[in-house]
């Protein structure tokens, strides 16, 4: 079948770095998506990985590994905003997005 | 550009009653989408559409039937509502279904049936 994995909810103070991670199994693969989304409202695009290694937006980078099924979503300088549910999602054979169930992520000043 | 819009926002149905979801994108995009999203857990993929005239089921289609008449509109019917399709309810668009196909969300219907 096919199965997405990230922590459910993680904690990290302001101005710190944080780490997501997400491991995905799925019939075939072209890509991964990371989305946003606040509490309430539509998740909201922040990055698509395809090839592997790390691509740079500003304070949140996104890194994959296709070898080992596995990608993460870097956050830097945390800010009380960053506050939201991040959503790992891999593109199975079919084109069709595959959706983890998100991970709460915490901002404690 | 208004993005994609979705009508109602909130609606309470009782059991066995139906209505429908409507869900509208000016961006010209081919791709449009239904999810569901339960408390917890990650969007369900009901149906989608790669252009007028053409839908498919996802993973979850069960009670519910889709049309697309233009490539604007996307509505979502549901028929003898139960309360197990109590969720919030995402539409969404991309402009292909390859390659870097992100996906623009609307803001939402949040449905209980009770």
């Known amino acids: 079948g096919q199965n997405i994995d990230q922590p459910t909810e993680m904690t990290a103070t302001e101005g710190a770095i944080v780490q997501i991670n997400c491991t995905y199994q799925?019939?075939?693969?072209?890509?991964l998506f990371w989305y946003q989304q606040h509490a309430g409202e539509a998740p909201t695009f922040l990055s698509y990985n395809v090839l592997d290694g790390l691509e740079e937006k500003g304070r949140f980078s996104s890194f994959l590994s296709r070898s080992k099924g596995y990608s993460y979503l870097l956050l830097k300088e945390l800010q009380m905003k960053d506050s939201a549910s991040y959503l790992c999602?891999?593109?199975?054979?079919?084109?069709?997005?595959?959706w983890g169930a998100g991970t709460k992520l915490i901002i404690k000043p | 550009n208004a993005g994609v819009t979705q009508t109602p926002k909130f609606r309470i149905l009782k059991i066995g009653q139906s209505m429908t979801l409507q869900c509208t994108q000016d961006m010209n995009h081919n791709y449009m989408y239904w999810y569901r999203q339960d408390p917890g857990m990650g969007l369900k993929l009901i149906y989608y559409?790669?252009?007028?005239?053409?839908?498919d089921k996802g993973e979850v289609p069960n009670g519910y039937n889709v049309s697309r008449s233009t490539t604007e509109d996307f509505p979502l019917r549901l028929e003898l509502a139960a309360p197990s399709q109590t969720s919030v309810y995402f539409c969404?668009?991309?402009?292909?279904?390859?390659?870097?196909?992100?996906?623009?969300f609307g803001p939402g219907t949040r449905l209980t049936v009770l």
């Open positions: 969404a668009s991309s402009w292909k279904g390859r390659d870097n196909n992100e996906q623009f």
């Open positions: 559409s790669v252009g007028a005239g053409i839908t």
């Open positions: 999602a891999a593109v199975d054979s079919n084109y069709q997005l595959i």
């Open positions: 799925t019939s075939g693969f072209n890509g």
